[in-house]
C-alpha cells in the first residue's frame, strides 16, 4: 500500500453534517487501499478525537484545533489581498503538521477536501475536491445582502473564483459534487481534468424500518440542518413566516420543527407553539422517521443536499425548492416547488397523501449507495498516482 496525504478544513468526524458526511465516506474508503494520513482542523471536542472505527485503520493523524476569529482572518485577506476563505484557514501549525507527514512518508497521492485547504498542496499528484463551486455561493449572497456585506461577499467570490481557477489548472484532478456544479465551473472559465463524484448515503443507517420516532401527536414537517448556516436560516424562515400560513388554512394541525445545532437567535425567535426549533439532537433520523413530511425550501443551494437523500433514504415524502433538488437524481420520487404558493400546496398534498414514501428509499438505493458512487474515485486515484 502506498502513502495518500488527506487535507480536510474540518475533521470528517462525527459524520453529522454535509460536508463531513462526504469527507468521512470518502476517508473510510480511501483507507481501504492507501495509508493514509490524515491532517485536519477541529473546532469543537467533538472532532479532536478518532472515532474507534477509522482510528485502527488511519496510518498517522494530525487534528489542529482552529480558533482563528473572522475579524482576524477578515483583516489579514484585507491587508494581502487575498480570499478571507483562505486567510481563515492559514495556520502555521497545519503547515507544519503537513510538512512533518511529506518529511517521514513518500507520500504517493493527495486529496484535500475544499478549496481552503489548497494552500498546502505541493506538487505530489493531487486530487482536489472542491465539492461546490464556493465562489458562485459568495455571489449569490452578494445579490440578496445589504451594501457592507454585498462589497464583501462581491470580493470573495472575485477572490476566490480566480483562486478556485488557479488550483484546478495545477492540480492532477479537481472533483464537484455533481455534474451540475462541475458544469457551472466550466462555465466560469475553470480548466484542467473537472470531474463529477457525487455524494451517497448510508441506506442501511437511514432505514426507517430501524429507527424510533421522537414522540409527539400530530403531524409534523420537517427541516434538519446546521442552522448556523445563512442559507439554511433564510429557508427556515421563508418557511415559517410565508410558507407555514399557508398551509395553516387548510392544516392549521400541521406543526413545523427546525433540527440542527447551533441555531442562532434568528431562528430562535421563530420558535412558537406551531414552530419546534429544537437545537442539537443525539439522533435526526428519529425526527426524520416521525416527519409526515420533509421540506427543503433553500433559495441558495449547491450541489447534493445529504438532508434530501437522508429524508428520501427514510421513505419522506419531501417537498423540495428548485434549487434544492437540483443535482439530485430523484426520477419525480419528490415533490419540486416554486413559489411559497406552490411550496404550501405540495406541503398540503403531501400531508393528506400517503404517510410514507417508499419509491424515494427505493430510488436512494438504486442510485446513491456510497461503494458505487466513490468507484469512479479509486480509478481516478490509481491513474494519477502511476
Given at each position: 500500500m502506498r502513502?495518500?496525504?488527506f487535507l480536510a478544513h474540518r475533521a470528517p468526524f462525527?459524520?453529522?453534517r454535509g460536508d463531513k458526511i462526504r469527507s468521512y465516506h470518502i476517508l473510510r474508503h480511501l483507507m481501504r487501499d492507501w495509508r493514509v494520513h490524515l491532517c485536519a482542523f477541529a473546532e469543537q471536542d467533538s472532532e479532536?478525537?478518532?472515532p474507534p472505527e477509522l482510528a485502527g485503520g488511519l496510518a498517522s493523524h494530525q487534528l489542529i484545533r482552529r480558533t482563528?476569529?473572522?475579524?482576524l482572518a477578515a483583516a489579514q485577506a484585507l491587508a494581502t489581498g487575498k480570499p478571507?476563505?483562505?486567510t481563515a484557514f492559514a495556520n502555521p501549525a497545519m503547515a507544519a503538521a503537513v510538512d512533518a507527514v511529506r518529511a517521514r512518508h513518500s507520500v504517493a497521492a493527495t486529496y484535500i477536501f475544499s478549496g481552503q485547504m489548497a494552500q498546502y498542496r505541493t506538487d505530489e499528484p493531487t486530487v482536489m475536491d472542491m465539492v461546490d463551486v464556493d465562489s458562485?455561493?459568495?455571489?449569490?449572497?452578494?445579490?440578496?445582502?445589504g451594501m457592507l456585506m454585498r462589497t464583501v461577499y462581491t470580493r470573495e467570490a472575485r477572490l476566490l473564483g480566480a483562486y478556485e481557477r488557479q488550483v484546478a489548472a495545477s492540480v492532477a484532478a479537481t472533483l464537484f459534487v455533481s455534474e451540475a456544479e462541475a458544469d457551472l465551473f466550466r462555465g466560469t472559465g475553470g480548466r484542467g481534468r473537472i470531474v463529477a463524484v457525487e455524494n451517497g448515503i448510508d441506506a442501511a443507517r437511514y432505514d426507517p424500518g430501524t429507527v424510533e420516532p421522537v414522540a409527539g401527536d400530530g403531524p409534523l414537517i420537517v427541516f434538519t440542518g446546521q442552522m448556523d448556516y445563512r442559507p439554511n436560516i433564510d429557508a427556515v424562515t421563508r418557511f415559517a413566516q410565508h410558507i407555514l400560513p399557508l398551509v395553516h388554512k387548510a392544516r392549521p394541525d400541521a406543526r413545523f420543527a427546525i433540527?440542527?445545532?447551533a441555531p442562532g437567535p434568528a431562528v430562535r425567535r421563530l420558535a412558537s407553539d406551531c414552530v419546534i426549533v429544537t437545537g442539537e439532537v443525539a439522533d435526526t433520523r428519529t425526527w426524520l422517521a416521525r416527519a409526515a413530511v420533509c421540506v427543503a425550501p433553500l433559495d441558495?443551494?449547491?450541489g447534493i443536499q445529504n438532508k434530501l437523500l437522508e429524508a428520501m433514504a427514510m421513505a419522506r415524502p419531501v417537498v423540495a425548492s428548485v434549487a434544492a433538488a437540483h443535482g439530485i437524481d430523484h426520477d419525480g420520487t419528490i415533490a419540486v416547488a416554486g413559489n411559497d404558493r406552490d411550496f404550501a400546496a405540495r406541503v398540503i398534498a403531501a400531508l393528506n397523501g400517503p404517510p410514507a414514501n417508499p419509491a424515494a428509499r427505493a430510488r436512494v438505493l438504486a442510485r446513491y449507495d456510497w461503494t458505487a458512487r466513490l468507484a469512479p474515485l479509486d480509478l481516478l486515484l490509481k491513474d494519477i498516482a502511476s
Open positions: 502513502d495518500l496525504l462525527p459524520p453529522d479532536a478525537v478518532v482563528k476569529k473572522m475579524p478571507i476563505s483562505l458562485a455561493k459568495f455571489a449569490s449572497l452578494a445579490q440578496t445582502s433540527v440542527g445545532r441558495l443551494a449547491r
